[in-house]
T-cell receptor, first 112, second 117 residues
Framework: GENVEQHPSTLSVQEGDSAVIKCTYS??????FPWYKQELGKGPQLIID?????GEKKDQRIAVTLNKTAKHFSLHITETQPEDSAVYFC???????????FGKGTRLSVIA | GAGVSQTPSNKVTEKGKYVELRCDPI?????LYWYRQSLGQGPEFLIY????????DSGLPNDRFFAVRPEGSVSTLKIQRTERGDSAVYLC???????????????FGEGSRLTVL
């Protein structure tokens, strides 16, 4: 089955700096890659997703890139703010066929 | 509008006891998922419902775990003869999609934290 590896497990950045989180996946048939943000005591919330027919997607300060050949995708957060502090999860699936498989998460701390 | 509601938010039980965890999805969402999240880990898939039927239960760890969704709305996750290793946060998510699992946004509840002593 699918295996998703995520790194780093923890990341600290100064407010205003950029943060990058990277994930790799094992099943070349996977073609849906969402990113979820989880705040303390809450359930994960979707922040951005990408499908394999595009290589990059942006939404304000957040962008995701996908390299299908290398089977890796990354989350980029620019101009980080303290409210970006949370745990971020990447995930992968074959839509209609397999459930979302999540990485182990990255705890991002933005230091004011 | 109301999001996914899970009860109880916290459950402490003793080893060997039976527990039920309830999930009330967003109204109109046909797809419902249960995930389990252990400390420091990502959510781990347990079971997926499309309507009333369990379309995929391949993530249930053993036959002590069972889930139902009799009317296609509220779902209950049932755990028999609980073990200490069952301690985790059990997350429920719903989705409006009818295209099968792993498609589109999942709307998660805040989870039920189960502690087995």
């Amino acid at each position: 089955g699918e295996n998703v590896e995520q790194h780093p497990s923890t990341l600290s950045v100064q407010e205003g700096d950029s943060a990058v989180i990277k994930c790799t996946y094992s099943d070349s048939a996977s073609n849906y890659f969402p990113w979820y943000k989880q705040e303390l005591g809450k359930g994960p919330q979707l922040i951005i997703d990408i499908r394999s027919n595009v290589g990059e997607k942006k939404d304000q300060r957040i962008a995701v890139t996908l390299n299908k050949t290398a089977k890796h995708f990354s989350l980029h957060i620019t101009e980080t703010q303290p409210e970006d502090s949370a745990v971020y999860f990447c995930a992968a699936s074959i839509p209609g066929n397999t459930p979302l498989v999540f990485g182990k998460g990255t705890r991002l701390s933005v230091i004011a | 509008g109301a999001g996914v509601s899970q009860t109880p938010s916290n459950k402490v039980t003793e080893k060997g006891k039976y527990v039920e965890l309830r999930c009330d999805p967003i109204s109109g969402h046909t797809a419902l998922y249960w995930y389990r999240q252990s400390l420091g880990q990502g959510p781990e898939f347990l079971i997926y419902f499309q309507g009333t039927g369990a379309a995929d239960d391949s993530g249930l760890p053993n036959d002590r775990f069972f889930a139902v969704r009799p009317e296609g709305s509220v779902s209950t996750l049932k755990i028999q003869r609980t073990e200490r290793g069952d301690s985790a946060v059990y997350l429920c998510a719903s989705s409006p999609g009818t295209s099968g699992m792993g498609t589109g946004e999942l709307f998660f509840g805040e989870g039920s934290r189960l502690t087995v002593l």
